[in-house]
């Protein structure tokens, strides 16, 4: 919820601020044009146009790297739900002893890993279910280890360590997803610009007489405010609209399946 509420705390922000820079850009250009009848000039032109295409171009910027850093969560998600299915089949490979103990073991792996993700957002709660599952991904790994070295076969000791491996290792990849957004500078200097368009934009609209266009403003306010609210749910997939719950689906029908 606390999420949400900055999410739509920037949407607004910047919505009103860009509406408030572009009146304010009008007022300023046509207290210039009383005092200075020919302001304006093609180089201040080319500045704004610059300025426009560099806002542009961190539009594009941001918004390709988060659908970017979005897809390669989803496909963490598709590989770590076949890592463990091929982990979990593999534990035919040791004595059946053994094999009851890892299973029970991965059975309370996944549904940890599940845990943490379905409590992502109360961090306490998150943090708990993460430190279960680091500690089953040591249990687990010492009691194959220990299987392993009681297996005349070191071709299918290998094979089930190899799985195991494939398995927290995609676990870790995920974790380190979760931390890898677009920077911070880049975000601000995008709103920051998206800002500085906005009085320019205000400037440009007082060269005709009369009211700056109410349509106009709303307009070009709104669509960049959109477009940044947008990139925060994609960066965000789980505290906003963007959710990754069919895919998480995958996991949970693994979990089912391993009896």
């Given at each position: 919820m606390l999420v949400n509420v900055v999410f739509f705390g920037v949407l607004a922000a910047?919505?009103?601020?860009?509406?408030?820079?572009?009146?304010?850009?009008?007022?300023?250009?046509?207290?210039?044009?009383?005092?200075?009848?020919?302001?304006?000039?093609?180089?201040?032109?080319?500045?704004?146009?610059?300025?426009?295409?560099?806002?542009?171009?961190?539009?594009?910027?941001?918004?390709?790297?988060?659908?970017?850093?979005?897809?390669?969560?989803?496909q963490l998600i598709v590989e770590e739900a076949q890592s463990i299915g091929t982990a979990y089949l593999r534990f035919d490979l040791v004595r059946a002893e053994d094999a009851a103990v890892l299973r029970e073991e991965m059975r309370q792996y996944v549904d940890a890993r599940l845990a943490y993700y379905d409590k992502l957002l109360d961090f306490a709660a998150a943090r708990g279910e993460r430190r279960r599952a680091d500690d089953l991904q040591q249990q687990i790994w010492n009691h194959a280890v220990a299987a392993s070295a009681k297996m005349g076969?070191?071709?299918?000791?290998?094979?089930?360590?190899?799985?195991?491996?494939q398995a927290f290792d995609v676990a870790t990849?995920?974790?380190?997803?979760?931390?890898?957004?677009?920077?911070?500078?880049?975000f601000v200097?995008?709103?920051?610009?998206?800002?500085?368009?906005?009085?320019?934009?205000?400037v440009g609209m007082a060269r005709r007489r009369g009211p700056p266009s109410t349509l106009h403003m709303l307009m070009f306010a709104g669509i960049i405010a959109v477009t940044a609210y947008v990139i925060l749910n994609l960066e965000f997939p789980r505290a906003g609209f963007v959710k990754l719950h069919h895919l998480d689906q995958l996991l949970i029908e693994q979990r089912a399946s391993m009896r």
């Open positions: 910047l919505f009103l601020g860009m509406v408030a820079l572009q009146i304010a850009g009008h007022h300023y250009a046509l207290r210039r044009q009383e005092n200075d009848p020919v302001a304006g000039s093609e180089g201040a032109t080319a500045v704004e146009t610059a300025l426009y295409a560099l806002l542009g171009l961190l539009v594009a910027f941001t918004f390709s790297g988060a659908q970017e850093r979005l897809t390669a969560r989803k076969d070191s071709r299918a000791a290998l094979l089930v360590l190899q799985s195991l491996n990849a995920r974790y380190a997803a979760l931390r890898t957004h677009v920077p911070g500078a880049i200097l995008l709103l920051a610009l998206a800002l500085v368009c906005a009085f320019f934009a205000g």
